[in-house]
């Protein structure tokens, strides 16, 4: 799909959460800039969430509670609770070893949470195979082209 604004970059992120169930991995692939962020600030609208999303570059990873607030008509959603959205991002990161301590993998299998990760080629050896990836890509300041797996 082409996004032709921000505002369409987050509405993407916000219907494709539709589309979520607890246990689910999300990796984003895309340059800086490609509108990775802006769509998790969408997604994270579409489970909920009210607090502001920002990227957890310098943390490396942000929580937010789901839990029941926001029951979804996606028999999917109520199939399995969604308690947690975890926001991780791995820019920084120089090596695996980087992220050893942060549980991400018990994180990622904990089927009541679902797991978006940021440049996720840092890491792709340790992440299960069943996933969904999306690709981003820059085209001009408002077009972003996302291809969705």
Not at 11 to 22: H, W
Request: hydrophobic content about 35%; proline content about 3%; aromatic content about 8%.
């Amino acid at each position: 799909m082409i996004t032709n604004s921000f505002e369409e970059t987050q509405q993407a992120g916000f219907d494709f959460a539709q589309t979520l169930k607890g246990g689910d991995l999300v990796c984003l692939r895309g340059d800086l800039g490609s509108g990775k962020t802006t769509f998790v600030q969408g997604l994270a609208k579409g489970l909920g969430i009210e607090k502001k999303i920002i990227s957890p570059t310098f943390i490396i990873m942000r929580i937010y509670d789901v839990g029941i607030k926001n029951p979804s008509k996606s028999a999917g959603r109520q199939e399995a609770r969604i308690k947690s959205f975890y926001h991780v991002d791995l820019y920084r990161i120089e090596s695996e070893k980087d992220v050893e301590g942060l549980g991400l993998i018990d994180i990622i299998n904990d089927k009541e949470n679902i797991v978006v990760i940021e440049w996720p080629e840092k890491i792709e050896d340790r992440l299960p195979k069943d996933r969904k990836n999306i690709f981003f890509t820059y085209i001009d300041e408002n077009e972003r082209n996302i291809i969705i797996e």
